[in-house]
């Protein structure tokens, strides 16, 4: 029997897409697909979403949704069954889809997000647009919200919210609660209350039939004061219902035999080809030839991503006879890090401030190492996309990180089932000791063929995590399952 979904995102690929979130929930409906879960998604009606929908139907019109008019539009794009919240006043801005061209968070964001989670609400129950869901699967705090509309309007729906990133907890002042149309006494610790304001994730996180977060480890992770960012309480209170099950990526995306990003395809057999690709880069980012390795970053620069300790280290990488090219956007310090850094070297460092998907894709295919020295990272999708593409990850041992990097100890790497390089401490001599590894590991060009290959034979596709979403769903829908989903206390 097919079970109906409803997924409900601030964002989406190919649609509109800031970073991993929109990545996943593009991904999502496919890997469902094969076990006879039909999703749709329930995106807000940016203008790029509006622009791109094909053979749309109206299926409902509000007169007042949180102050202003919308309708809700069916219809299908690039590959995705689609509902649309269609109100312009919210989201035909110029901008991104949270803030302002500066960065700065939209004011109204609570209203927008809270329509967006109404709205999730009332199509899951068969309020609007036809006969409901069998279950709601909401995304971080811009639509965890859902699951509260669910649970106090005493729906029979099922809901999963899955946490992408627990940093983010969607806090507004308490004066916005009456505007929410929750009762009364929702507003309370045991409810959407969340230090003296409302808290949109703590909402979901407390309604929710189950949460989900991006890895195993990182599901262990948050029910610790370091990572969980004030809701470990709730989290720890509610271990029975949190499962971590790691992202996937979409192969067919990201396939280096077929990338049309490459200046030269390739496969696990034909690495000698990513040589192109690493001239494509030294083209692009004004860089020396080398023989020592060509290190990569595509990342937001920010301390969460532990960008402040590798801008610290790139003396120290140059020094070691490497390179490094990077794509990235955040604080402004420290991207004036990495500028000064790549004038000090001219040569041997590249910076281009800001994101293009296509470089993204080269650096993967050309790079020899990507860096990921991340303070806390729920799954990560760059190291997947550098195993897959034999850009060996150099990475923290966090969260996702340390569930699909297997680090090339020297057991390992006798064992031959190395694919990475992993640190413990964000701090400089930490992430410097692993660089040096690597670039040691690199000059036995055996041994990083070994550790390039290993990581490219892993499948780090959809395939099991679709099937373990569409059992959790059943599980709690009070369907048959496929296979055994644990908790993160079963486990």
């Known amino acids: 029997m097919t079970l109906r979904a409803l997924s409900v995102v601030s964002e989406a690929y190919p649609l509109i897409k800031t970073g991993g979130l929109g990545d996943v929930a593009g991904a999502l409906p496919a890997a469902l697909a094969p076990y006879d879960v039909a999703m749709t998604t329930l995106i807000p009606g940016y203008a790029p979403v509006m622009a791109a929908l094909k053979n749309t139907t109206v299926l409902h019109s509000y007169t007042d949704l949180f102050g202003t008019e919308a309708r809700l539009v069916a219809g299908t794009t690039k590959g995705l069954d689609v509902i649309v919240l269609d109100a312009p006043a919210f989201y035909t801005r110029s901008g991104g889809p949270y803030g302002d061209a500066a960065g700065v968070d939209w004011p109204d964001n609570w209203q927008r997000f809270g329509a967006l989670s109404r709205a999730a609400a009332d199509l899951a129950?068969?309020?609007?647009?036809?006969?409901?869901?069998?279950?709601?699967?909401?995304?971080?705090?811009?639509?965890?919200l859902a699951a509260a509309y669910l649970h106090y309007d005493g729906a029979t729906v099922p809901s999963v919210v899955t946490v992408h990133n627990i940093a983010f907890a969607g806090w507004f002042p308490a004066h916005i609660f009456p505007a929410l149309g929750l009762p009364d006494h929702a507003f309370q610790i045991e409810g959407v209350e969340y230090y003296g304001g409302v808290g949109f994730l703590k909402a979901g996180l407390h309604t929710a039939d189950a949460i989900t977060t991006v890895s195993p480890t990182y599901a262990e992770e948050i029910r610790q004061p370091d990572f969980g960012m004030g809701l470990e309480g709730l989290i720890l209170a509610r271990r029975d219902h949190v499962f971590g099950i790691v992202n996937g990526i979409d192969t067919a995306v990201w396939n280096p035999a077929e990338d049309p990003y490459l200046a030269a395809p390739y496969e696990r057999r034909s690495l000698h080809l990513r040589r192109q690709n690493r001239a494509a880069i030294e083209e692009c980012f004004g860089l020396s030839d080398g023989i020592g390795p060509l290190f990569a970053v595509i990342s937001r620069l920010t301390t969460q991503k532990g960008m402040d300790v590798l801008a610290g280290t790139t003396d120290e990488i140059v020094a070691m006879g490497g390179r490094l090219a990077l794509i990235g956007t955040g604080d402004h310090s420290i991207e004036a890090s990495f500028n000064a850094a790549a004038r000090r070297h001219p040569g041997k460092i590249g910076v281009k401030i800001g994101y293009d998907e296509?470089?993204?894709?080269?650096?993967?295919?050309?790079?020899?190492?990507?860096?990921?020295?991340?303070?806390?990272?729920?799954?990560?999708?760059?190291?997947?996309?550098?195993?897959?593409?034999?850009?060996?990850?150099?990475?923290?041992?966090?969260?996702?990180?340390?569930?699909?990097?297997?680090?090339?100890?020297?057991?390992?790497?006798?064992?031959?089932?190395?694919?990475?390089?992993?640190?413990?401490?964000?701090?400089?001599?930490?992430?410097?000791?692993?660089?040096?590894?690597?670039?040691?590991?690199?000059?036995?060009?055996?041994?990083?063929r070994s550790i390039q290959e290993q990581g490219m034979r892993a499948d780090y596709s959809w395939k099991r995590s679709g099937r373990q979403y569409a059992d959790l769903y059943r599980r709690f829908a009070k369907e048959p399952a496929h296979m055994e989903i644990k908790t993160a206390e079963q486990r």
């Open 125 to 144: 129950e068969g309020k609007v647009g036809g006969p409901g869901f069998d279950v709601l699967h909401a995304h971080d705090w811009q639509t965890a």
């Open 358 to 448: 296509s470089l993204s894709h080269l650096l993967q295919g050309g790079a020899d190492a990507i860096l990921i020295p991340s303070r806390f990272e729920p799954c990560g999708l760059t190291q997947l996309y550098g195993l897959r593409y034999g850009c060996v990850p150099i990475a923290a041992d966090t969260g996702g990180l340390a569930d699909t990097i297997i680090d090339a100890n020297a057991a390992a790497l006798s064992a031959g089932v190395a694919t990475g390089f992993l640190f413990d401490g964000v701090n400089k001599n930490g992430l410097i000791r692993s660089i040096s590894h690597a670039t040691n590991s690199f000059a036995d060009r055996k041994t990083w």
